[in-house]
């Protein structure tokens, strides 16, 4: 489970902040708790339990071994997603969005592979065959997939939920994850429509402060998740190690048990008639002849 949200620290990083009035969507009414000198005030009490909300669900998709993709091209948004994304291990894009992302996520990956069988051309040392003008072109272009896909080199499948940060400005990977039916966490401001998200978290998403906030704690969300993971694996390779060595345990033992009463079968029993019996089974048996036999009936005979 996510940690709790302070209201108190989402009114000093300044989440409550919203846009001005004449430029409000009218869906995110149910999220504003007044306006002030022409600005609409977002109530922190809903955004502290959307946060935990979100951090909720985010902590079990990274519990289940899914990545989540953030995504945020704006400038005060950028070097702060990718720091948070690159804590919890998970892929980000704050570059130019790449058309077909998601959508078209073979070629991307194709794009992604280009740029790894470079790094190969490096180290086996087919680069230096090339000339010096050949050279400079791959150089280029192995930049510029590293800027713009480098962060999502580890994501060879499609991600289990997109973390959005400005779902106006993002709205190209928006309706390519709506279209696939991941489901969308985004920071929505009051300009913004909130029925576009699954789990909308209401918040200031242009001050860097704000935004530090609200990623800060998903990140830490999803961390904690991806450590519950760990545990369960660590756990279960455990309990399977123990049913492997009981297993093992109980062969032994039945083994051990035949192998004694075979033993016990074959030595003979110490008890002392037994002992006796067995000594006199032991003495040789001496057979009568034909001619005694006769001679024993005849004497008994005449006796009689």
Do not use: C
Not at 141 to 148: D, F, M, P, Q, S
């Amino acid at each position: 489970m996510a940690n709790k949200v302070e209201v108190k620290e989402l009114l000093d990083a300044g989440v409550h902040f919203g846009h001005l009035t004449r430029r409000w969507n009218p869906n995110m009414a149910p999220y504003i708790y007044m306006e002030r000198n022409g600005i609409h005030i977002i109530n922190l009490y809903k955004s502290a339990a959307k946060m935990q909300e979100a951090g909720d669900a985010l902590a079990k998709i990274a519990a289940s071994g899914r990545k989540i993709l953030f995504v945020a091209t704006k400038k005060q948004a950028k070097e702060i997603v990718a720091e948070q994304a690159e804590k919890a291990n998970m892929p980000y894009i704050t570059e130019r969005w790449p058309g077909g992302m998601l959508t078209n996520f073979v070629t991307i990956r194709r794009a992604v592979k280009k740029m790894a069988s470079i790094d190969r051309m490096k180290k086996d040392g087919t680069f230096n065959t090339l000339s010096k003008k050949e050279r400079l072109q791959v150089d280029r272009l192995r930049a510029k997939l590293e800027k713009n896909l480098g962060s999502i080199s580890e994501m060879s499948r499609l991600p289990g939920a997109l973390f959005v940060v400005d779902i106006t400005r993002e709205h190209i990977a928006v309706k390519e994850a709506q279209k696939l039916n991941i489901p969308i966490f985004a920071m929505v401001d009051t300009n913004s429509d909130p029925r576009e998200v699954e789990y909308v978290i209401p918040s200031n998403d242009d001050a860097s402060k704000s935004v530090n906030k609200v990623v800060s704690y998903v990140s830490d969300a999803i961390v904690e998740g991806l450590s519950e993971r760990k545990a369960s694996k660590k756990e279960k390779a455990e309990k399977a190690e123990a049913q492997k060595a009981e297993k093992e345990a109980k062969a032994e033992t039945k083994a051990s048990a035949k192998k004694a009463e075979k033993v016990e079968a074959e030595v003979p029993s110490k008890d002392a008639e037994d002992k006796e019996a067995m000594k006199e089974a032991k003495k040789d048996v001496k057979l009568e002849s034909k001619e005694e036999t006769l001679d024993k009936a005849k004497s008994s005979n005449e006796k009689e």
